[in-house]
């Protein structure tokens, strides 16, 4: 497919034959049990033919559906091996590319844009390009001035095809559930629909991407390229070379696994505090490891450039305190307190009573990675949590359904999980603690702060 599909029809009958085949396959399946083949085995089949079915659908069309699912392929990490180890390339690919619209498309937006002789603002522009996503793809160029730059041009329709393929995804967001044990993936639909807007606005993107471009211009670990030029549909950035995180993931030296692992982490805690901002979508597509230069004093010879800042999160004061509060209190075992401040910020309704030492020990295995002063990241540990979670027999399972998610949460939550899940697929050692006593406020008690305050 060389375009973006635009009809509402077209994207729609897509969309629609996912529900359909899932039926078809729970029909399957009922056979199968009754044919003798246990439940378990019966549920891998249908959860590895359902991921077939829908990554194969995804990755033929642009617009919300592959937005979709680049956020759930960060979560690939959860799925069973033998269901995600065949798929493990198509998701991949979805983080990466997608099919390219037509040249002359392509010149039409930079013609409508940029003006009839958008030419002239080049010295080279590349037709095809280098990389394609969502909502956009990019190009290859070199600007008037001699510098490399990115040049991202929006899809015609992409706002249209973005609300549509959430819209429909969302009809039957709860088939989809058991593709990803432990997620509530309707939550993630609604929040992805929310944000269409500020992703499609590039003047927005291009604020935030120079408020951290200028924050870290002299940050030995973090590299963001910083905009040469905005208008409609049109983004220009500096050119940033760099191997990119999903090959790292799949064929990366452990030393750059740990060293992005750890970087990941710090850009996802840092870059609140000091800008303000989450990046708030976190897949591997979005980041590069690159080399440091031979001046530089990044440790471990590596810096992690961070790409594409469409949809942010802005949060003036950096992440709120309750986080770090509330994580210090778990690591502690402060049953009481924990309970007491997740009521107070309303994780607990008012109409809910749960027993707080109940709720400590649903918490204290999610929290794991920050007790240990480094931490591995596997898919193995992360399967073993999405299933806990995900199991209706656990008691973690029906403490789980009884909490609540307020609303200011719900990105940061996601961007949490997923930043989760790409380092579990980087299957990176990182140092957690050090970044959240470092950037996280509230993970280190305001007195013990102070004392560290004056030492320093």
Not at 269 to 278: D, E, I, Q, V
Not at 320 to 345: C, H, K, N, S
Not at 435 to 451: D, R
């Amino acid at each position: 497919m060389s375009d973006l599909p635009r009809k509402a029809v077209t994207r729609t009958a897509k969309l629609a034959a996912l529900p359909l085949g899932f039926a078809g396959r729970t029909a399957w399946g009922l056979g199968k049990r009754i044919g003798g083949k246990s439940a378990e085995i019966v549920g891998r089949e249908l959860q590895q033919r359902t991921a077939e079915q829908l990554f194969k659908v995804l990755g033929e069309l642009k617009g919300g559906a592959m937005k979709f699912g680049q956020a759930l392929s960060v979560f690939e990490s959860a799925l069973p091996e033998e269901v995600a180890g065949p798929y493990r390339a198509a998701l991949t690919k979805l983080q990466e590319a997608a099919p390219p619209m037509p040249t002359s498309t392509v010149h039409g937006v930079l013609t409508e844009r940029l003006g009839e002789n958008w030419r002239e603002l080049f010295l080279e522009f590349e037709d095809k390009p280098s990389a394609a996503a969502s909502i956009g793809q990019v190009h290859r160029a070199v600007w008037h001035d001699g510098r490399a730059v990115a040049v991202k041009v929006q899809y015609p329709g992409a706002g249209e095809a973005l609300l549509s393929d959430l819209n429909q995804l969302g009809r039957f967001a709860r088939l989809l559930g058991p593709l990803i044990p432990g997620m509530d993936i309707k939550p993630l639909i609604t929040e992805l629909r929310d944000r269409v807007s500020e992703e499609l606005d590039y003047e927005l993107e291009a604020r935030a991407q120079r408020e951290h471009a200028a924050e870290f211009a002299d940050d030995p670990d973090v590299v963001v390229p910083d905009v040469i030029h905005q208008s409609d549909q049109v983004l220009v950035t500096e050119w940033m070379d760099g191997t990119p995180l999903a090959d790292i993931i799949a064929d990366g030296t452990q030393e750059q696994r740990d060293r992005a692992g750890q970087l990941l982490a710090r850009f996802l805690f840092s870059g609140p505090a000091r800008t303000g901002l989450l990046h708030a979508d976190p897949h591997p597509g979005n980041f590069r490891l690159l080399p440091a230069d031979a001046d530089a004093d990044g440790a471990g010879g590596w810096r992690l450039v961070v790409l594409d800042f469409g949809t942010v999160d802005r949060l003036p004061g950096g992440l709120p305190d309750t986080i770090g509060d509330a994580l210090r209190l778990t690591l502690e075992g402060d049953a009481d307190a924990v309970y007491e401040m997740l009521r107070r910020e309303g994780f607990v309704k008012e109409d809910i009573d749960l027993d707080p030492g109940a709720v400590l020990d649903y918490l204290v295995p999610i929290i794991e990675p920050a007790l240990a002063e480094e931490f591995t990241f596997t898919r193995g540990w992360l399967r073993q949590q999405a299933g806990r979670i995900a199991d209706v027999r656990s008691p973690a399972h029906q403490l789980g359904k009884q909490l609540n998610l307020p609303p200011a949460y719900l990105l940061i939550h996601r961007v949490t999980l997923s930043t989760i899940g790409v380092l579990c697929q980087l299957g990176a050692t990182v140092r957690l603690r050090d970044e959240l006593e470092e950037w996280l406020p509230g993970f280190v008690a305001k007195e013990q702060a102070a004392e560290q305050a004056v030492a320093e």
